[in-house]
């Protein structure tokens, strides 16, 4: 099994920033990539950034240029960096990550989410 556990929401006034963190444990071998997923009330969970064990990087367009996500392969923790914060990125932010288990088989993990609010 493995577990993911974020911190690091809040509320945060219009361009402020905020950084999230997100640690993974457990029965881990490897991790090939992580990321950060939202879902605002009334919305679809939708792709914030990834990051794959190699540090390839991918933005949803309406964050590119304000959020930066980075990883720690040792610690298998990922971060997201968030500045010029709006009003829209207000949401549930979820960690993911995939891998493959040190038992059998492969794993597509989910944190439990920290909300994230701006507004001033």
């Known amino acids: 099994q493995v577990r993911l556990v974020e911190s690091g929401g809040g509320l945060v006034q219009p361009g402020g920033s905020l950084r999230l963190s997100c640690a993974a444990s457990?029965?881990?071998?490897?991790?090939?990539?992580m990321g950060w997923y939202r879902q605002a009330p009334g919305n679809e969970r939708e792709l914030v950034a990834t990051?794959?064990?190699?540090?390839?990087?991918n933005y949803a367009d309406s964050v590119k240029g304000r959020f930066t996500i980075s990883r720690v392969n040792a610690n298998n923790t990922v971060y997201l960096q968030m500045n010029s914060l709006k009003p829209d990125d207000t949401a549930v932010y979820y960690c993911?990550?995939?891998?493959?288990?040190?038992?059998?088989?492969?794993?597509?993990?989910w944190g439990q989410g920290t909300q994230v609010a701006v507004s001033s």
């Open positions: 457990g029965s881990i071998a490897k991790i090939n990539a």
């Open positions: 993911n990550a995939r891998g493959v288990k040190s038992t059998i088989g492969l794993f597509n993990s």
């Open positions: 990051i794959t064990s190699g540090g390839r990087t």
